[in-house]
């Protein structure tokens, strides 16, 4: 009688992410984009923005909607991690160009914007996993982070995932939106 070593299974993320989105997560994640450019998206609330950002090599204007770990209704104050890591171009650009402009919740502004040193990030990251269990679970399963039920996981993630903070800029006027 042989026996057979059955490997241990790895959770395989929700959708199938690993590296980067496929196609489903990528029609799901361009929704709120979607929203935005039909000027609905206050009904986001303060949950999703939308990152208009320069091109670092074409010096074209580019869009990322990000999901809101933070945000701070007296100083407008918007905070994002990348998922994906440093290497994402929305966070290339950034570091290149400060973004342009910022939508959220119904308003549009020109911000000011901010990396948060690792101390900072995870603070944050720990508000969020204390004030949005469920949704962090979510994000988690479907990006393939893992258990983030720990500080030292959550520590460990923000390590690797830059985290963006924009306000809007204290000289800038409020942005009309197109007609």
Known sequence: MS???IPERQA????????RPGRIAL?????PRSLYHRGWGRLLGHTFLLIAHRGR????RRETVAMALKYDAATREAIVCSAWG???????NLR???ALEIEIGGERFVPEQRFLSEDEAVAVALDFQRRHPRRLRLVAAVLGWGDLRSEEAVRELVRSRPVVA?????TALRIARPS
């Open 166 to 170: 924009f306000r809007p800029l204290r």
């Open 12 to 19: 395989t993320p929700l959708l199938g992410l690993r590296r």
């Open 96 to 98: 290149a160009n400060a």
């Open 27 to 31: 029609v799901l994640m361009r929704l």
């Open 57 to 60: 090599k074409s010096g074209k």
């Open 86 to 92: 440093p290497d994402t171009e929305w966070m290339r």
């Open 3 to 5: 026996t057979t070593i």
